[in-house]
Structure formats: C-alpha cells, structure tokens
C-alpha cells in the first residue's frame, strides 16, 4: 500500500490509533514515543555499504521531499522518519519507511 504512494504536504500528525494501525505494514520499523519517530536499524556484512545506502535513502528521500535523520556506524544504518512540521509521524513517514524497506530489499 504506502509503497506505491508518493509524499504530499502534511499538515497534521497521525493519531496513535492511525499509527498503531499502520505499524503493521512495516514490522520492521518501531516508534519512539520520545523522538515522536519511526525508525530502524539496517545492518549490512561491510562498512562501506551503510554509506552506500544511506545514500540511496537520500535519493529517495529528495524525490519525496521529506528526509530522514540517518546515522551510520560500522556495519549498519539508522534510519528514522518523522514530521517535524506535524509535530510526529505522517503518513508520509510511512510511505518513506516502506520505499526504504524496498531499498533495503534489493
């Protein structure tokens, strides 16, 4: 489903019976309450390809036009989507979230 949407401007953050709903669609990913955040963590079996898909999440990320925070360390990339102008998570959040499962995947 969120895989085959585009962003749009959001002007509201989800409800958490919206977001709890949607939490099934990436079972990968959690929510922080504190961050107001969606997140994961992605491992990899080299160093250098955190960087290389970090960079591919920022491809995505600009087409979309809504950005993640991202922090690599050796062997894995930290990922984690939030609205800054909603004040917490998006539906937005969720089509990104998908669409770099999708990366992740291939």
């Not at 895989?3 to 409800?15: D, G, H, K, P, Y």
């Not at 107001?36 to 491809?59: E, H, I, M, N, Q």
Request: hydrophobic share 35%.
């Amino acid at each position: 489903m969120f895989i085959e949407e585009n962003c749009t401007r959001q002007s509201r953050a989800l409800s958490s019976q919206q977001r709890d709903e949607f939490m099934g669609q990436i079972p990968h990913w959690q929510y922080d309450e504190t961050a107001k955040a969606l997140s994961r963590t992605f491992k990899f079996s080299a160093y250098a390809d955190g960087p290389a898909f970090a960079v591919k999440v920022g491809a995505m990320a600009d087409a979309q036009n809504h950005h993640p925070d991202l922090h690599i360390y050796y062997k894995k990339c930290v990922v984690a989507f939030t609205t800054h102008s909603a004040g917490g998570v998006s539906r937005n959040d969720f089509i990104c979230a998908a669409k770099t499962d999708l990366l992740y995947s291939s």
